[in-house]
């Protein structure tokens, strides 16, 4: 994503994705409304056979809608912190926020499916393990990436082996480092957390008569 958007491109992104959010919310509901109604006059009066199938299409309409929703939600909030903060970290709250979407739905299906508070502990145990985990990963990077940022270790332009890696530094982000190898045919993405506690070897720069004074 380049650095170069302006702040009417950024509110006009911001909002459509709020546009979107709501629209896919009031398409949600409708839709749920509609599938109730069918099923509790049309479908029980005529099909009664069929009202056993009214939590598979609540749960398709809650899937669909609802992954919409969390991605245009996710959007909002990326685009939100972009106006003051670089890609690499609206990214990191972007992810966090569909982490976070996505747990949330999870909760939503096990109350449409009621299913029993064991299972349900169950499902809420293993879905906060892996919110857990995923959440650590990303913070961890970010974390890693700003002490990196704070302290500069290394710049831009230098020449530095990490991680079995050797190239020219071309960016220090919040998730990554990035190196160009020195013929200039690749660029190296390093994850910030491999950095932070491996060796790095800088090539020093030849001294030249300004250096000695």
Known sequence: MGTDISVEEIQARIRRSVTRTIWYTFICAFLLLTSNLLFKTVIGRFFPLFLEYEIYVNVVIILGLGYLIINSTSNVIYWAIRRRLDHAMATLFRTTMRIVGIATLLAVLTSVFNINPATALTIGSFTGMVIGFATQTVLGQAVAGMFLVLLRPFKPGDVIT?????????????????????????????PSSSIITAIIVKVRKPKTEDDFG
């Open 162 to 190: 990490v991680v079995g890696q050797r190239g020219i530094v071309k960016d220090i982000g919040i998730m990554h480092t990035v190196l160009v190898s020195e013929d200039g045919s690749n660029e190296i993405l390093i």
